[in-house]
């Protein structure tokens, strides 16, 4: 099974919507990536293999997973809140996100049938690596809620084949890094469909200043929702501008899929505050033309890296935060980076053949930049 890695996608020089000369408001962080946000590190393994016919067991596979850590490979629990816009979908571990107001470990994204191995896999590598704060008073006691969460690639991948196994959960998450996030067709996108063109990953971000302290916001989605229809770009509505390289293999207006976001901020926010942030996600989504479809999972999880060590089982613990009243700017960057996020996943991925042979054609870039330039939503250099 060919696993295509991190290294190989950079020498390939994908561009992504900025080398497009797609505006974009707001600030972006150096990598323009989730990684902007000291600590978050991010890891993919990737499964294209097999051709043809489905063979349930056999293939063809075009799926994956894709890691996250919020500090990296450490035990130090980030303050974190989700937030689903529409509930066709699953993210594991949010009950106790919700109650608790922590996300404990990494969070990992995958296909809809493979978020149970992810889950286990993830327990298990957690317990191995000793990435957990031991019990007080019973320092053998060990329990974990994994947050995992899964958008379907059934159109594209032997799903049922179950091909996602613990080696390839425990791959992404030793082999996440800082640094430039891979996008497209990789991890957990790696066969997923976004406004009826290929999808997967994106990642943006964006930083803003607030009481004289820089505070960055990244974003991370797996986008495989959205109909042609509505996909707007830059402010521009392209459904009847590129309303053809439609998939054959499914009703041209039945409006499937799911997207899931991940947002990171170092800015010292608490768990409400977080849920505030997680709800300006759609607003992003919106910008690119999803609206959270009856059969969609729009699902969104946001943590913050700041207040290490508030997470502690014992002792008085203090922590920092901004007031409500400072906290829009944030919003609006929430908002901004999503958007960028998906529109980069559509630029980045690439056309795919998939089981049966389903085609789900790329964005055509050509394209998307003539009918852009003739609304003046093109800068002339690189943006």
Not at 311 to 318: D, Y
């Amino acid at each position: 099974m060919k696993k295509r890695s991190d290294t190989d996608i950079e020498q390939s020089g994908e561009p992504r919507a900025r080398d497009l000369g797609i505006l974009f408001a707001g600030t972006t962080g150096p990598l323009n990536a989730i990684t902007d946000v000291a600590g978050v590190t991010v890891g993919h393994t990737t499964l294209i293999s097999g051709g043809g016919k489905l063979k349930v067991g056999s293939g063809p596979v075009r799926t994956g997973v894709t890691a996250i850590h919020p500090r990296g490979k450490v035990c130090d629990p980030v303050f974190a809140a989700w937030y689903a816009l529409n509930g066709n979908g699953e993210m594991t571990g949010t009950t106790w996100v919700e109650e608790s107001g922590f996300l404990e470990g990494p969070v990992l994204i995958t296909n809809t049938h493979s978020a149970g191995v992810t889950r286990d896999a993830t327990i298990e590598w957690q317990f191995a690596n000793s990435l957990f704060d031991p019990l007080p008073d019973n320092p053998d006691v060990f329990w974990s809620l994994p947050v995992v969460g899964e958008t379907y690639d059934g159109n594209l991948n032997d799903i049922n084949g179950f091909h996602v196994t613990k080696k390839h959960v425990f791959d992404a998450l030793e082999s996440a890094t800082a640094g430039r996030v891979s996008e497209g067709n990789v991890g957990g996108g790696t066969g997923m469909i976004c406004h009826q063109f290929k999808g997967g990953i994106g990642t943006a971000s964006r930083q803003v200043t607030i009481s004289d302290r820089a505070c960055t916001v990244g974003v991370l989605v797996q986008a495989n929702h959205g109909s042609r229809a509505t996909l707007t770009i830059a402010g521009v509505p392209l459904g009847e501008k590129l309303s053809d390289l439609m998939p054959k293999f499914r009703p041209l207006d039945r409006d499937t899929g799911s997207i899931i976001v991940i947002v990171a901020t170092d800015a010292p926010l608490l768990p409400h505050q977080l849920k505030r942030i997680a709800k300006r996600v759609p607003i992003g989504i919106s910008r690119v033309g999803g609206y959270g479809a009856n059969s969609s999972g729009d699902i969104f999880l946001a943590f913050s890296t700041a207040n290490s060590g508030a997470g502690a089982r014992k002792g008085m613990v203090k922590t920092e935060m901004l007031p409500n009243d400072a906290i829009s700017p944030l919003f609006l960057a929430t908002a901004e980076a999503t958007e960028e996020a998906i529109v980069n996943a559509l630029v980045a991925a690439k056309t795919m053949v998939g089981i049966n042979g389903n085609t789900v054609h790329a964005l055509p870039q050509d394209r998307l930049i003539e009918i852009l330039k003739a609304e003046n939503r093109i800068c002339s250099s690189r943006c």
